[in-house]
Structure formats: structure tokens, C-alpha cells
């Protein structure tokens, strides 16, 4: 059974910065297409970033976080980083790791997600 593990949420103030990881486990076949999405309250979840496996180099932005947030692989497989810069209370929410090995970009038709964790900006 695949496994995503977020960690890295908190509560900073505006212009400050957080790095959001996740690991997914369990998985055996090829490497992910891997993704973050957020969910405030009273909104539909919306596509954050999203990066192709190992090798594609292929990264997606949400028109919101472009210039402020970063996706990356780790080093380890199936493992993504998002670096988040330039805070704004927009940015609140809670965000969630997804994985799928087909390439939905931004779209949420993920088949793994994680349980998410908490992003909350303080103005």
C-alpha cells in the first residue's frame, strides 16, 4: 500500500518562508509524478506545484505562487520538497502531497494522497 508522510507545515508570519516535504512509500513501480495541492477553508482544493519523475525535470506552478514556490525531488525516490517564499495569508491552508505515476499536472485526479499539514500565514 503507497504511502505519502508531509511534513514541514507551521505558522509564520507574512514574507516569511516554509519547506514543506514528502515521502511516498510502498510504492514499487517506476518513479511518481508527485504534486502539492491546498485546501483553505470554504474552497475547493487547487493545484499548488507538480514535478515529473526522475529525470523529466518537468515542474507545473499555479499562476498564485509563481516566483514565490519551489517544487523539487530529493534525493531519495519518490521524495518532493516544496519551498515556499514570500508568504502571504493567501497562502493558508492546509497542503497535501499527491502522487500518481500518470501525469495529471495540476489537475486532482491523483490516486495517492497524503493526510496534509497545516500551512497558516499570519499577517
Known amino acids: 500500500q503507497v504511502q505519502l508522510v508531509e511534513s514541514g507545515g507551521g505558522s509564520v508570519q507574512a514574507g516569511g518562508s516554509l519547506r514543506l516535504s514528502c515521502t511516498a512509500s510502498g510504492y514499487t513501480g517506476r518513479r511518481l509524478w508527485m504534486g502539492w495541492f491546498r485546501q483553505a477553508v470554504g474552497k475547493e482544493r487547487e493545484g499548488v506545484a507538480t514535478i515529473g519523475p526522475d529525470g523529466t525535470t518537468i515542474t507545473s506552478y499555479a499562476d498564485s505562487v509563481k516566483g514565490r514556490f519551489t517544487i523539487s525531488e530529493g534525493n531519495a525516490k519518490n521524495t518532493v520538497y516544496l519551498q515556499m517564499n514570500r508568504l502571504k495569508p493567501t497562502d493558508t491552508a492546509i497542503y497535501y502531497c499527491?502522487?500518481?505515476?500518470?501525469?495529471?499536472?495540476?489537475?486532482?485526479?491523483?490516486?495517492?494522497w497524503g493526510q496534509g499539514t497545516q500551512v497558516t500565514v499570519a499577517s
Open positions: 499527491a502522487a500518481d505515476s500518470w501525469a495529471y499536472e495540476l489537475n486532482p485526479y491523483y490516486k495517492y
